[in-house]
C-alpha cells in the first residue's frame, strides 16, 4: 500500500518562494505518475500539478502556471513543488497523490502541509 508524506509548508510573505516534498512509500509507486493538489480555506480541494511516472511529462494548472513548478526523484522517493512569486491566493493546505486521483478521491491522501501567504 502506498503512503504519502508531505512536508515544507510555511508562512511566507508575498513573492517568496517555497518548495513542497512529498515522501511516497510503498511498492512500485515510482511506476505512476503523481500529482499535488491543494486546499484553501472554506473551498473545495482542487488540481495543481502532475508529473509522468519517469517525469518527463508534467501538466499545471492555469491558477498556477509560469510560477510552479513539479518534478520528482525516484531514487529518494520523493515529489518536489517549486512554488515562486507566491500570493496571497495560493494560500491553502497542499496534497500529493496518485496522478489518477480527483480532488474528490477518497484514498490515498496524507496529512498534506499548509502553505499561508502573507505579509
Known amino acids: 500500500q502506498v503512503q504519502v508524506e508531505e512536508s515544507g509548508g510555511g508562512l511566507v510573505q508575498p513573492g517568496g518562494s517555497l518548495t513542497l516534498s512529498c515522501l511516497v512509500s510503498g511498492d512500485q509507486w515510482s511506476t505512476y505518475g503523481m500529482a499535488w493538489f491543494r486546499q484553501a480555506p472554506q473551498a473545495d480541494r482542487e488540481f495543481v500539478a502532475e508529473?509522468?511516472?519517469?517525469?518527463?511529462?508534467?501538466r499545471i494548472s492555469e491558477a498556477v502556471k509560469g510560477r510552479f513548478t513539479i518534478s520528482r526523484d525516484n531514487a529518494q522517493n520523493t515529489v518536489f513543488l517549486q512554488m515562486d512569486n507566491l500570493k496571497p491566493e495560493d494560500t491553502a493546505r497542499y496534497y500529493c497523490n496518485f496522478a489518477s486521483a480527483t480532488p474528490d478521491s477518497t484514498t490515498g491522501w496524507g496529512q498534506g502541509t499548509e502553505v499561508t501567504v502573507s505579509s
Open positions: 508529473i509522468s511516472w519517469n517525469g518527463r511529462r508534467t
